[in-house]
């Protein structure tokens, strides 16, 4: 297969996928890192073969600036593709399995360490932190407008079935204050206060136990404190105190939804299906679905875990 960059300078509106194109027998998440780029009217557009990447290119999102972020937390490695179509030099942020990040006014970032403990789940290859038979610690690393880091806050998680999962999404409360995030299948949305350095109250906390599917996946804030909660087959949007004022049934599409990331039309979100490799957009107010990308890529080539949408 030819790997041809066919990636063009960003434009307002245009929609960006983690797809990595897998080729490997063993590893089920190994492959070449790839990135699709497609015009706000959900027509392709081009791809981007990133560098230094082997596994799954995920959790997607643009800061201030304009630049896309994707993180191959198996290798600890952050790729960053400029608004020009360019990827960045790959920056040390170092030996962390990095999967989320975040930004504030000031132009800080704040990295989410996907990985915890030392029991990966079988036949998938994590990168050890140096020296030790950790995949992580599951903090979050605050770094400066020079990349520098600068701070290490050391937040609680939630345990999940597989024991290996720590910070997997991240947003940014509007106010900046703070930082809410989860545990992808755990049972809990958690907040870190980044103004004081200290855990905050659980946002949401869910009965039941760890083999009941009643899980919290992914999290994302609307413009105006309102918080997207991807859980699972349907998304909730909560209000400030975390209790549901909207759910958006999206079981039809056998939804397993890997990032969930508000439109900056603020009439719209877009879901990524790692399971079914489709992309949805779908209506705020009344849950309809207005388009789809099917990147063709399902289980068992299941590698589309990355959405985000670029706007001047």
Known sequence: MKKENTIQPFEDGDIFLGCTYLNDEVDDHKGDGRILQYTKNLEPKGILWTEGTEHLVIGLTIDPQGVLWGFDMHNHIVVRVSPDGKQMPNHDFGDRAFSNATFDKEGNIYLGECLVGNTPYPGSFMKRLPGLDLVGYANIHKFNEDLELVDVFDVAYSPEFHQFKGVTHSTMHPSEEYITYTTEIGKKVMRYDIVNGEQM?????????????????????????????????????????????????LEEHGWGIAQVTPSSDGEHFFTANIFSGVMLKVRLDDGEVVGSIDTGFAVPKRSFA???EYSL
Do not use: C, F, M, W
């Open 201 to 249: 109250e659980d946002l949401v906390v869910l009965p039941g136990d760890l083999t009941d599917q009643v899980v919290a996946i992914a999290v994302n804030y609307l413009p105006d404190g309102r918080l997207l909660h991807s859980r699972g087959d349907y998304i909730e949007i909560l209000d400030e105190e975390g209790k549901v004022i909207q759910s958006i049934d």
């Open 306 to 308: 990355g959405v985000a």
